[in-house]
């Protein structure tokens, strides 16, 4: 081999090198409503000029997303489904999972409330008189945190969904914005993270109807994929995103992101 070509060979291998060490990324497979409130796009730019990590979002529905950890195909999740949450980290699919902030869930409908549940407090009785009345309720129907809640709300009031619904049970299985849309074009009722529904521009005649019960609390969770299960893990990149998540400015980052003066997230990490 000539010294030329030699030159020029390891000329490309330290271009390459260079650039490899430059890809500093990583996947975060999340929940629709971190990225549909806005909070996304306020807290990762922060993130990467703190320290030069990338993150690539994959915005599903958390069982979606767990999924997506689960083939390796992201380097973490994070979400808001506790008891999906505990299945994945048990199955051994997670390192360790973390706390990092949490909001709560609210109905919304129309302000002319066919179903009478304004003003109300309890989830549970709120999904009665709107199973009773059969009014229309949209239901994301695609595995997210905020379905999982929902079904959970209808087993907690006592009516078995799959028995109950008909044509006034409308599932879309689609992320919270669109399940947003549908409702406010029809006027009909819905299951909504408060963030997103702040975030939220097209709310026509809706509004929140039922809010404050301790059931609506919702809670997001972090973890990095266990490297020891798929071995292609970016796992310093990664646990640098989950522990400045979760560090005091991570945690300052996520309650400074308000909508219209309001704070969506609190951050409860400790």
């Known amino acids: 081999m000539s010294r030329r070509y030699w030159f020029a060979g390891l000329a490309a291998l330290l271009i390459s090198g260079a650039a490899f060490a430059q890809d500093r990324s990583i996947v975060v497979a999340s929940t629709t409503s971190t990225e549909q409130s806005g909070l996304f796009g306020f807290l990762l730019p922060k993130f990467t000029e703190r320290t ?3 993150i690539k979002v994959v915005a599903v529905g958390t069982g979606q997303a767990l999924d997506i950890g689960r083939r390796g195909d992201a380097d973490v999740v994070f979400v808001h489904d506790r008891p999906a949450e505990d299945k994945f980290m048990t199955e051994g699919f997670g390192v360790q999972r973390f706390d990092v902030m949490y909001n709560d869930f609210v109905i919304v409908g129309p302000k002319a409330d ?5 003003g109300g407090k309890d989830v549970t ?14 239901s994301r129907g ?3 945190g905020t379905h999982a809640a929902e079904l959970r ?12 619904k008909g044509s006034w049970y409308r599932e879309i299985g689609q992320g919270m914005g669109a399940a947003l849309n549908m409702a406010s074009a029809d006027n ?7 963030g997103t529904w702040l975030s939220f521009k097209n709310r026509g005649d809706l509004a929140v109807l039922v809010e404050g019960d301790k059931r609506l609390f919702n809670q997001y ?3 990095l994929v266990n490297p020891q299960k798929h071995p292609n893990v ?3 990149e990664g646990q640098a995103f989950v522990d400045w998540l979760i560090s005091s400015d991570g945690q300052k980052t996520i309650a400074d992101y308000k909508v219209g003066g309001e704070q969506l997230f609190f951050p409860d990490a400790n």
């Open 52 to 54: 030069g990590i990338k």
């Open 114 to 118: 066919p179903a009478h549940i304004g």
């Open 125 to 138: 009785a709120a999904f009665r008189a709107i199973s009773s009345s059969k009014v229309e309720f949209v």
């Open 142 to 144: 695609d595995r997210s």
């Open 153 to 164: 709300y209808w087993k907690d009031a006592g009516i078995d969904i799959d028995a109950a």
């Open 188 to 194: 009909a009722y819905v299951l909504s993270d408060r």
């Open 221 to 223: 969770g972090v973890m």
């Open 234 to 236: 970016k796992v310093s």
